[in-house]
């Protein structure tokens, strides 16, 4: 006789914890932090159509935040006007957008986090790892690219389609018949389920107004961030389904190819980001939570560079370890270039984050 087989254990109740912070303009940003406590953090930088409450109900999102959470402490954003977060007057684009990265990392207060970029997201998540590495582990890039349409030396054509159907979401995006969104969710994630397209459909009528929508998409066709992804030098991993047609493959392997080091890999699926239900989301999420748990390797050092590397952890300069160690400061400059090359790092910063994480 066939012994029966146990029901599967019902998912635990997702943890959720929203809360605001204030941008220097004064505007309110809703942030949001889920997942496992005191796990590596992964910070999802915002992208376009959020809103971190919805999340908790939606098709399309609620299947990250359960399978990711079941390793890493997810925080997230809504964008200014966008979501739950208020608006302000100042213009949108990379400094903006590089302002809220910086206001949610600050507010959540761990040490360093994981960044996860998904498509326009991508930009300031790459601006904000290479000007600030000492506040980041990891830099994760989904569906992402380096310069929006603007700088691709695009046709007539494509110019012409792109503001023809930026017009198309200022004028209708807020209406209730879902056609408008149908058409965007159709390009974005063409094999969802009937569900998972309700959802987004949903998720964009409610994450701001076609006015906002609109000015939110000639902002992402405007940015580029090429000379800042050579300056990254945290460890990177970028992915992108193989099918995308919103953000092609090859935009995905020239981003990875401008950042020094970065791994790349290509996702079995059509669907702009990878779809609980499909062998790409479990192949997404196991890359994720291994790329941003992953333990940096331990070099060997000495007692004198040990003691050094954890007055490095602390960010004293070199006259302050030189006064605690008892050294000549061109003894501690001398000795931090050898540190420097164990760790395999470059300059002070680096330096700093890389000895914090080894716990020294």
């Not at 966008?82 to 761990?110: H, I, M, Q, R, Y």
């Not at 397209?197 to 998720?203: C, F």
């Not at 000639?218 to 090429?226: K, N, T």
């Amino acid at each position: 006789m066939t012994a029966a087989v146990p029901p599967p254990r019902p998912l635990p109740p997702l943890r959720h914890e929203l809360r605001f912070a204030r941008l220097a303009s004064g505007a309110r940003i809703a942030w949001a932090r889920s997942g496992r406590a005191h796990a590596p953090t992964l910070l999802r930088v915002a992208h376009w159509m959020t809103h971190v409450e919805m999340d908790l109900q939606s098709a399309l999102w609620q299947p990250w935040l359960q399978r990711l959470g079941r390793d890493l402490d997810l925080v997230r954003y809504d964008e200014r006007g966008c979501g739950l977060s208020g608006p302000d007057d100042t213009p949108l684009g990379l400094e903006a957008a590089v302002e809220e990265v910086a206001l949610v990392a600050a507010a959540c207060g761990s040490p360093r986090v994981a960044l996860l970029g998904i498509s326009g997201a991508a930009a300031p998540a790459i601006a904000y790892a290479a000007r600030h590495p000492e506040q980041v582990s990891h830099l994760v890039l989904v569906g992402g690219y380096t310069h929006g349409l603007l700088h691709r030396g695009a046709s007539a054509d494509q110019l012409a389609f792109h503001e023809t159907t930026t017009r198309l979401v200022e004028l209708g995006w807020g209406r209730a018949d879902p056609a408008v969104q149908q058409f965007f969710t159709t390009r974005f994630v063409p094999d969802a389920s009937l569900a998972e397209a309700a959802a987004l459909n949903e998720q964009q009528r409610l994450s701001c107004d076609g006015r906002r929508a609109a000015a939110i998409l000639r902002a992402r066709a405007a940015l580029d961030v090429r000379a800042l992804a050579p300056q990254v030098q945290v460890p990177t991993l970028v992915l992108h389904s193989a099918g995308d047609t919103v953000v092609p493959v090859e935009l995905g392997r020239e981003l990875a190819a401008a950042i020094p080091g970065a791994r790349f890999e290509t996702l079995p699926s059509r669907n702009h980001y990878p779809l609980a239900g499909e062998p790409a989301f479990e192949r997404f999420c196991a890359l994720v939570t291994g790329f941003v748990s992953a333990a940096p390797a331990r070099p060997t050092l000495t007692p004198r560079e040990q003691a050094l590397a954890a007055l490095v952890a602390e960010g004293l300069d070199n006259l302050q370890i030189a006064a605690r160690l008892g050294l000549a400061e061109k003894t501690v400059r001398n000795t931090l270039s050898l540190l420097y090359a164990k760790l395999g790092v470059e300059g002070r910063p680096q330096a700093v984050a890389r000895t914090r994480d080894l716990r020294y």
